[in-house]
């Protein structure tokens, strides 16, 4: 504080008798005329003095507020003498210290919560009393009495800028705030953000971020009932200008709104290419409205995640659940997927039974793996870490008997017999285990990869500080920044040149029709099938590694017909022929990978720039297998004749020509490309 500030505390310090000054007993203009012309001659105008006037009582607690913060406390107002519009009105008002009076006792009632609140009050007795006069008929305030003694230490400059009478969010800043909420960017990003806009050191807002965290708290606390009328109105603002947009909800017997569920047009588009595996998951919560939250997520072709719905429910119950599943099926048109991966709740599988049936129901394994620290460190101890390494070997087993056969060792070794997690995850064991899943198609859902996109991307606008109205507004910004985002990874991918490490017909074929991250989990097991040897047996063929003296897996062949298959289930769980399948193709001289083996959802003719009508897609979708299976076949059929060939040459560049003579409909100008792949 400044050298004045403390000179100022010496002049108003307490009377020569040392009585401690009470709001009562305080010096006077009408009481102590003497002590009056005392105090002006030891002040200026930056120094409150008796007989100071002031138009209105607000400018005086303004002044008295920039004296107190100069000297290293804050003020508050007091009591009054009068009231406005009775008799003389409001006569007389008194302006304290934050640390006068006493913290009153409070009343303890065991039936609610108590807030274990401190208070920083302790009797100081610095105060400013101004009191209304008139003067030639004009109303004025004048100050009538003024102690600044304090019995506290008072802050410096550097401290007092956080006492909360000075914390204040200006109207703008409360705007650029909301602004940042809506996007989903952390209270610190906000912060940082301000400081550079302002251009001010990391800490000198004149906020906290504990006061951003309680302003935007209190932006999202409003009335249930408006913020559900909030969130309808806003599904049906959306439906007007987007009528692909999909919604349903139900309300319950008090006309309230109960579950909600929406998805967007781009969401339907990608479930009509990427909807055979989906992730429901329901592990999350609107904390701020209390409602569990429920997002169908999957992956498109550039291994991806991609949204396909979203709901809010009141209750985790099967009636809840079942309705939710109902509302998504009748977003895509009936289309159940050919996997669903949840969360364990027996409610939900349950309801996926029922209004699923041909769907293969799963668990989330990184859901599972994430409780185990809850479920079994206090249990193992030391061993906790060896555990789990057996249980990942276990979860990775080949057969159904090697995991449970391990299992039962590895229930023995860690005496885990009567553990009911060890239980239940046996009991469970069908729909988490990969023995029991490979024969299923996932799509690289089940890897840990894959769960940390997905859970980023829900973090992105489940993190969004933003009202439930607009809650589906904010997703649908997420969503599209996530397709803005997928497009330019998808354009870099194309854009790399890709590595050829075999060097086989096999691997330059796949990597012109497969998009760039389906090739790399094929080229991956392109390379290991050089370690594996293949002997054929009576109704097949036998292959493994070239270490192995025995086992192996057995493999299908029928080349007239170009059906290949593998007792490891790779290609059914992946989509992508396994390191087995590929060393049988290349022992019989197969240059191309079958057709049936390269999937279309892996192609990059299913690139996340096709735009088709939904009502087109599956008639289009099937048009572009079908001249890529007669493509195929021109090609095999014209390669058996020189005469063959030049034919089907000269034929095929007039057709070429022909088609690039008619023109492109403007809806279809980003349609289906084939890549080089034809």
């Known amino acids: 504080m400044s050298s004045e500030d403390r000179h100022t505390m010496m002049v108003y310090d307490d009377p020569p008798d040392e009585r401690s000054l009470s709001l009562d007993e305080a010096s006077s203009a009408d009481d102590s005329p003497n002590q009056t012309r005392i105090c002006l001659e030891g002040t200026n105008d930056s120094v409150p003095y008796i007989g100071q006037r002031f138009a209105t009582h607000d400018a005086a607690y303004d002044f008295y507020s920039e004296f107190a913060r100069r000297c290293g406390f804050s003020i508050r107002r007091h009591r009054t003498e009068g009231k406005d519009g009775v008799g003389k009105g409001l006569t007389r008002r008194y302006f304290v210290c934050h640390r006068a009076g006493n913290t009153p006792v409070k009343v303890t009632n065991d039936s609610k919560p108590q807030r274990n609140r401190k208070s920083s009050r302790c009797g100081c007795q610095a105060y400013l009393r101004i009191s209304k006069t008139l003067d030639l008929g004009i109303i004025e305030w004048r100050v009538t009495g003024f102690a600044n003694h304090h019995n506290h230490e008072l802050l410096e400059p550097n401290q007092v800028r956080f006492l909360p009478a000075y914390r204040t969010i200006s109207d703008n800043d409360k705007s650029r705030i909301f602004m940042y909420a809506k996007t989903g960017i952390s209270v610190q990003q906000m912060m940082r953000l301000m400081e550079l806009e302002k251009c001010v050191e990391p800490g000198y807002l004149p906020f906290t971020e504990k006061d951003v965290r309680n302003l935007i708290q209190s932006f999202r606390k409003a009335d249930p009932e408006d913020e559900s009328i909030g969130l309808l109105r806003m599904c049906r603002n959306i439906k007007e200008k987007d009528l692909n947009f999909r919604f349903e909800y139900t309300m319950d017997s008090n006309n309230r709104l109960e579950n909600i569920a929406w998805s967007y047009a781009s969401s339907i588009q990608a479930y009509e290419l990427f909807g055979d ?343 289009q979708v099937a048009r572009v297998q079908l001249l890529r299976s007669l493509v195929s076949t021109l090609v095999a059929e014209s390669a058996k004749s020189k005469e063959r060939l030049e034919t089907a040459t000269q034929q095929v560049s007039v057709l070429l020509s022909r088609i690039r003579e008619q023109p492109i409909p403007s809806q279809d100008t980003r349609g289906v490309s084939m890549h080089g792949s034809l």
């Open 277 to 619: 595996a989906v992730v429901f998951d329901t592990t999350h919560r609107l904390t701020a409205f209390d409602m569990p939250l429920g997002v169908w997520v999957g992956i498109n072709n550039y291994g991806m995640p991609c949204f396909f719905g979203c709901v809010l429910l009141r209750e985790e119950n099967l009636k809840s659940f079942s309705w939710a599943l109902k509302a998504f099926l009748g977003f895509m048109n009936g289309k159940a997927p050919q996997t669903m991966l949840t969360d364990q709740n027996m409610c939900l599988k349950e309801a996926v039974a029922t209004e699923m049936p041909t769907t293969k129901h799963a668990l989330c394994i990184w859901l599972i793996v994430a409780k185990f620290p809850s479920w079994f460190n206090a249990v193992l101890g030391d061993r906790y870490n060896e555990w789990k390494a057996e249980f990942y070997r276990l979860y990775n087993m080949g057969s159904i008997e090697d995991f449970e056969l391990g299992w039962r060792e590895m229930v023995n070794s860690f005496a885990l017999h009567s553990n009911r997690h060890i239980a239940n995850l046996f009991s469970l064991r069908s729909l988490w285990a990969l023995p029991y899943l490979r024969s299923h198609f996932f799509a690289g859902l089940t890897t840990t990869g894959q769960s940390k996109l997905i859970n980023a991307f829900i973090q992105r606008f489940l993190s969004a500080q933003t009202r439930l109205a607009h809650f589906v507004e904010q997703v649908a910004v997420a969503v599209d920044f996530k397709d803005q985002a997928g497009e330019q990874q998808t354009m870099q991918q194309n854009l790399q040149n890709i590595c050829l490490k075999t060097g086989a017909p096999m691997e330059s074929h796949a990597a012109s029709i497969l998009t760039p991250f389906a090739f790399s989990k094929l080229q991956e097991q392109l390379v290991l099938a050089a370690h594996y040897a293949s002997f054929q047996v009576e109704d097949g063929f036998l292959v493994r590694h070239h270490t192995e003296l025995e086992g192996g897996r057995k493999v299908y062949w029928v080349p007239r017909e170009g059906i290949i298959s593998c007792t490891c289930h790779h290609f059914e769980f992946t989509g992508i022929l396994c390191r087995h399948a590929l060393r049988v193709l290349s022992t019989g001289n197969c240059f191309q990978i079958p057709e049936r083996y390269l999937p279309l959802r892996w192609c990059r003719s299913n690139s996340s720039s096709m735009r088709l009508l939904p009502g087109t897609l599956n008639d």
